[in-house]
Structure formats: C-alpha cells, structure tokens
C-alpha cells in the first residue's frame, strides 16, 4: 500500500498550513497562535472532541471510526513549537518573527498530522479512537513531560503513541527505526572553580582558574574514554567557559558548562559520578575548589519491541521494505516524546528530509515533499492498528 491517495490529493493544502505556521514560528510553551490554528483545522474536520489547554498549551484531538465494536485508543504525536534562531533564507513564507524560526520542522510534523486528522475524520475507517496530540516546548520545555503529567493517557485512553521527527540528509521516502534506545538521555552541568585572583605577572602568588579549568576540560574526555564500555555510547561536551575580563588578570572563578548524554540509566550514572570526581580533584590538586551542579533533562528515548516491528511495517506499507531501515543507529541528540514512551508502549521513527541543512540550523527548511509519506503513516497506523470489523 503506497502514499493515499485522497492524503496525496490534500498535498498542496497541507503544504499551504505548513507555510503558515513556518511564517508564525512561538517558542515552548507560548504557541498560543500555533495551539488556536490547531484546533480551528480540528474543529473544521469535525472531530468528536478538541481539548485544550493539555500540558499547558498542548492541543488534543480525538476522532472516533464508523465502527464501534472498541474503545482502544492509539495516539499520535506532533510537536509545535520553534527555536530561537533567526531565519536567514528568504523564503516566501520565512519567519515573520525577528529571533524565531522553524528550524527542526515541528512546522512539517504539525502540518502533517493535522492532514491524517483531516482524512481520517473524512474516511473513519477504524473500528476505537484516533488520538492526535499536538505538543508544545519540547525544544528544551519538557512539554512531553508535562501532557502527561496533566493525565493526558488515561483521560484520552491512550495505550499506544507513536511519534516521528524528519532527518536532514536521510533520502526522502525512507524511514529508520530500532528497538530500545534511538535517542539519548541529556543532562546539564556547570561546574563552578574557585582559585585566587591575581596579577598575571605573578602567578606564584595566585591559583589560576583558567589552568585548572583548561586541566578538567581535557579530563573529562576520559570519561568516554576510559570510564565507559567501549560498547556503549556516551558525550560530554564543554560548551560554554567563562573566566576573567582583562588581559592581565587572573580570575578569581571560573566557570564550564555542558553536556552529557547517553542511552542507558546505568551509563548515565556512571558518567555524573566521574564528572564530579574528576573536577573536584583536579580543582584540589591545583590548590583550587569546584563545585559541580547538575540539571537533569530528559531520559533516554526507548522504543518498545512490538510497536517498533508494527510501525516499522506501516512505513514499509507507505515506502515499501526496501526504503525502511530497521536497525538504525541511534542519535545522541535527546528527545522528550521519551516521557511518552515512559508511560505507554509505542515507537518513534525517523523520516528522511532529502537533502537539506541540518536541523536547528538558521538555513534549515522542512521539505514538503514528505509531507504525503508522513501523513499517509499516520493514517495507515490508526487504520491498521484499529482495523474495522465487517
């Protein structure tokens, strides 16, 4: 079964709600306008129910089939929101919004999913209730997190949820997927060293922070290197350092900030241990003191084994098997559709984007051409997942 039909008729006005929302792009938990257009397309459709207002500004929406033998419910999932970026190609539809842009196509994946809502409402050939959850802020906001925390599974029914997010690079028309682990888990930490200030022309007379800095961000690259299974994956990254203002002043404090990540809890731990370990020692080996402050973010994104197979088979339905790939390699990059997959057994895909710059990228643009095969897979998997009975 190949792209639908009646979804490859809608093309051109999905594509037209994607360029809309492109041009209006709001960041985390403020897509008041992306929220309200949302629900507007929802009402238009005629869905059974449109609830706002769910994990703050997360949208609903639910769609019953002509059958009604079930009341199972399968639900899935877009995200809404921008990114902090300004826009630098000239687009007929660019960013009308100084500083924000859709550049990780939550415009593409909203606009998609509000075109297998419009069919389904149309065709309602499924025997339970389609379940479209629009979410905002998962650019960093934990919107994921907190739909459901608001009781968004058990007042939908939800037993299922999928997800997709679009891959710059990866060929249009394919999609990739593996059980367990396909994004990683994230964690921020600042670690704040405290030396003795002084004149650079005496550096007898002082601890120098940016030395003992410069020591520990080398340092902690042993972490990975030999503090981890080989086998298993893990980053840390130091991306910010901020010390001392003069040229001829050694600073007082210094202070890193960066990144973990990993794909499983124990590795995780693993790491916050011996990033502690390492900055406080070699802080105290140079007569310095560091403290390490951790931000937890989101967990790992697990897919479970039966959904991965059943949604791997959808795509296959759309692209055929040769076009999906069942074993991917994860991504390092994290994901809060994670808390979803916490609560509920489901499954999250990657969809090729064809050529493109890369996501959160100021020249990034979600290619509509993909718009027929992602829709057409969430269609496939309500009418699948929830066949009818004759």
């Known amino acids: 079964?190949?792209?639908?039909?009646?979804?490859?008729?809608?093309?051109?006005?999905?594509?037209?709600?994607?360029?809309?929302?492109?041009?209006?792009?709001e960041l985390q938990y403020d897509v008041h306008r992306t929220a309200d257009f949302v629900?507007?397309?929802?009402?238009?459709?005629?869905?059974?129910?449109?609830?706002?207002?769910?994990?703050?500004?997360?949208?609903?929406?639910?769609?019953?089939?002509?059958?009604?033998?079930?009341?199972?419910?399968?639900?899935?999932?877009a995200d809404m929101d921008a990114l902090p970026i300004q826009e630098v190609?000239?687009?007929?539809?660019?960013?009308?919004?100084?500083?924000?842009?859709?550049?990780?196509?939550?415009?593409?994946?909203?606009?998609?999913?509000?075109?297998?809502?419009?069919?389904?409402?149309?065709?309602?050939?499924?025997?339970?209730?389609?379940?479209?959850?629009f979410q905002p802020a998962e650019e960093g906001g934990g919107g994921g997190e907190a739909m459901v925390q608001d009781g968004m599974m058990e007042r939908f029914g939800v037993e299922a949820v999928y997800g997709l997010h679009n891959i710059p690079g990866q060929p249009l028309g394919t999609f990739a997927i593996r059980p367990g682990p396909i994004m990683a888990s994230t964690d921020r930490f600042t670690i704040l060293i405290e030396g003795q200030g002084g004149h650079a022309a005496l550096p007898q007379a002082a601890v120098d922070t940016v030395l003992v800095g410069s020591h520990i961000v080398v340092a902690l690259q042993s972490i990975v290197a030999r503090n981890i299974d080989p086998l298993d994956s893990a980053v840390v990254s130091v991306c910010a350092v901020d010390a001392?203002?003069?040229?001829?002043?050694?600073?007082q404090t210094a202070e890193?900030?960066?990144?973990?990540?990993?794909?499983?809890?124990?590795?995780?731990?693993?790491?916050?241990?011996?990033?502690?370990?390492?900055?406080?020692?070699?802080?105290?080996?140079?007569?310095?003191?560091?403290?390490?402050?951790?931000?937890?973010?989101?967990?790992?994104?697990?897919?479970?084994?039966?959904?991965?197979?059943?949604?791997?088979?959808?795509?296959?339905?759309?692209?055929?098997?040769?076009?999906?790939?069942?074993?991917?390699?994860?991504?390092?990059?994290?994901?809060?559709?994670?808390?979803?997959?916490?609560?509920?057994?489901?499954?999250?895909?990657?969809?090729?984007?064809?050529?493109?710059a890369g996501l959160h990228h100021p020249e990034y643009d979600f290619n509509d051409a993909a718009i027929p095969y992602g829709a057409s897979l969430w269609a496939r998997i309500i009418e699948t997942g929830l066949p009818a009975r004759e």
């Open 244 to 251: 001392g203002e003069a040229f001829n002043v050694l600073p």
């Open 256 to 356: 890193l900030r960066g990144t973990m990540r990993a794909l499983t809890p124990a590795v995780r731990d693993r790491m916050r241990e011996r990033l502690a370990a390492i900055a406080e020692n070699i802080a105290a080996a140079f007569g310095a003191r560091a403290s390490v402050d951790f931000a937890s973010g989101y967990p790992a994104t697990e897919n479970h084994p039966a959904e991965t197979d059943f949604m791997a088979g959808i795509a296959a339905q759309v692209v055929g098997e040769a076009q999906v790939d069942r074993g991917v390699a994860p991504m390092m990059a994290a994901e809060d559709f994670s808390y979803m997959l916490a609560h509920r057994p489901g499954a999250y895909i990657f969809m090729g984007n064809g050529p493109s």
């Open 1 to 25: 079964m190949p792209v639908i039909d009646r979804i490859a008729d809608l093309s051109e006005e999905i594509t037209t709600w994607r360029h809309d929302l492109h041009a209006h792009p």
């Open 39 to 77: 629900a507007e397309k929802l009402r238009a459709f005629g869905c059974d129910e449109v609830v706002t207002g769910i994990g703050r500004t997360g949208v609903v929406g639910v769609i019953r089939g002509r059958a009604h033998g079930s009341n199972r419910a399968i639900g899935l999932r």
């Open 89 to 133: 190609r000239d687009l007929p539809y660019r960013s009308t919004v100084p500083g924000k842009m859709h550049a990780c196509g939550h415009d593409g994946h909203t606009a998609m999913l509000l075109g297998a809502a419009k069919y389904l409402a149309e065709t309602r050939d499924f025997d339970g209730r389609a379940v479209l959850i």
